[in-house]
């Protein structure tokens, strides 16, 4: 943790001492956190501040907040949980910047930091949860290998420094949260406590009010609750922990509903129509293949270790029994829900940025694959290839942040071009 946030602090340095990127707060994380400064400085939610503070040239819709079709005021077509997730931090620099007499505008130097610290928070809570998570299956080596491999061999690292106002590392945090307290209660036989239900509720809860589409997590508490049942046959303990679960997840969820309710006087809309975004999912006709092996967007080209994770998976429902199943479903199920999105690359970004988001369920499937490895004395074999796959990943990284390959539209050509344009760079 001390030298992922080490690594994390000096990365932003570079970043925008070399002007590479924008300020912290940009593109959708900018929609995210418009919440924060509209509620708290303007005591509303008109989106004032975010609109008074907008890049020259930018228009409200390209930060994803505009006028809904036939209403009025602006709404935010982003979910509420990032902005909740940030909050701390940002009124510890909303208090800051009042102290010292720096523009409170929500925008300005402390608020701009604040945004960094809670990413570099998170991405901590999601290395502790998943190192914990790992424990209650592996030895301290692979479990350390693991979170390491995790981090820096894949896109997890970058959505906690260049995009790190984005709402993945707030998910990846997330879901190592819930897999450590699922396994946590797998792992004991005795009564599944109210706290520890209420805990899976509002984590779950938090899951889907950051990301929406992510409701799918649900499926990772059910299958915890039926193998239970399918062992005891206690039903009234299963309609119980059915109901808590669900209550908390629904006062965790309250803030978004109650937004929709207010903003456009429906609970559950489709929040990029509201705005006349003309964002559909193509169920009938996902691009599997150019969501996993184009050289746009591809994950598995983009993030290499996740080949070894997919590998893995079966392993782990051997290890894991229905909670393992219910997490191999999940994974299948949010790649066909990413590919059938009609903007399937998701824009500017670095790979596949919406595998962030279940990256602590492939760590799992990855740690399979690496005990193994141990376990027959492959020690040289798995040194070189982690080795390997983090250089690749962070090289790539590099290249992204220096803009030798675009923000989106990569092409074979492009990924030629990389050694001479890396070898006769300037850091």
Known sequence: MVMAVLMAVLSCCYIYSRQLNG???RSDGFGYYAYLPSVVIDHNLQFTPALNNMAPGATAYNYGIARPLGGTGYFNKYAVGTAILQSPFFVGAHLAARQSGQPATGYSTYYQWANMLSAYVYMCV??????ASLRSMHSPATSLITVVLTVLGTNVFHYATYDASFSHI?????????LYLLLNIRSNEGRISIGQLVAIGVVTGFIVLTRMTNAIFAMLPAAIFFERWWKDRDLRALMRSGFVVGLAALAALSPQLLYWKVSTGHWLVNAYAVV????????AHPELINFLFSVRKGAFLWTPALVAAFIGLPLLIRRTGWLGYAMALLVCVHVYVCASWYCWPFGGSYGSRPMVDVMSIMALGLAMVIAALIRRRYVLVLAVSASILMALNLTMMYAYWRQFVPFDGTTIGNLLQLPHLILNSQL
């Open 126 to 131: 999601g290395i502790y949860f998943l190192y």
């Open 276 to 283: 006349g975004e003309d964002a559909s999912f193509h169920w």
């Open 23 to 25: 300020p912290p707060i």
């Open 170 to 178: 707030y998910q990846f945090a997330l879901t190592s949260l819930l």
